[in-house]
């Protein structure tokens, strides 16, 4: 039998938030920020490394559900 986490509030029925598909793990955060540092790119540079990597994770996604679908 399961048992059910205690939480502070007393809701059994808690409400469980939708991953979001798009969003960057530590790891690869992490990995970004050590190729950047690695190469001495700036602040700038580092961000659109981390906003193109999103990007990809999204259409990915996007094109992987669109997939399922078909």
């Known amino acids: 039998?399961?048992?059910?986490?205690d939480h502070d509030?007393?809701?059994?029925?808690?409400?469980?938030?939708?991953?979001?598909?798009?969003?960057?793990?530590q790891e690869e955060v992490a990995s970004i920020l050590q190729v950047a540092d690695s190469h001495?790119?700036?602040?700038?540079e580092t961000l659109k490394l981390?906003?193109?990597?999103?990007?990809r994770k999204r259409a990915a996604y996007a094109n992987n559900?669109?997939?399922?679908?078909?």
């Open 1 to 5: 039998m399961k048992e059910i986490e």
């Open 9 to 25: 509030d007393g809701n059994l029925f808690p409400i469980r938030h939708k991953h979001n598909p798009d969003a960057l793990t």
């Open 40 to 44: 001495d790119l700036s602040k700038e």
């Open 50 to 55: 981390l906003l193109r990597l999103r990007a």
């Open 65 to 70: 559900t669109k997939q399922q679908m078909a």
